[in-house]
Nanobody, 125 residues
């Protein structure tokens, strides 16, 4: 019954901003680890940001200082604020939850993980 529904993707110019939202089921929101990963065509999945149950966060090095992951417990929503976007950020972005104890970037799309349908982000130069 875990559900994760992403929204907020779109097309923006380089330097622009987007805020992705993930509406999560209660079970998903209770996970020890939640976050976002992305995948561009022909490329490997890439963890973008994680947030543990107690609030600790991890970011992909290339997005540090530009992206911010946050949660709204009252609404069971996970956010990814993306600023200063560049074409390299173009990808399908997925909201994910992991029921295991680890909350590394790669845990978002490995064993014990569940993710949504994705939302497409396209950044033009």
């Amino acid at each position: 019954q875990v559900q994760l529904v992403e929204s907020g993707g779109g097309s923006v110019q380089a330097g622009g901003s987007l805020r992705l939202s993930c509406a999560a089921s209660a079970d998903a929101y209770r996970s020890n680890c939640m976050g976002w990963f992305r995948q561009a065509p022909g490329k490997e999945r890439e963890g973008v940001a994680t947030i543990a149950q107690q609030g600790f966060t991890i970011y992909l090095e290339s997005v540090k200082g530009r992206f911010t992951i946050s949660k709204d417990p009252a609404k069971n929503i996970l956010y990814l604020q993306m600023n200063s976007l560049n074409p390299e950020d173009t990808a399908m972005y997925y909201c994910a939850a992991n029921t295991g104890l680890s909350c590394r970037l790669g845990d978002l799309y490995r064993s014990q993980s569940v993710w949504g349908q994705g939302t497409l982000v396209t950044v033009s130069s």
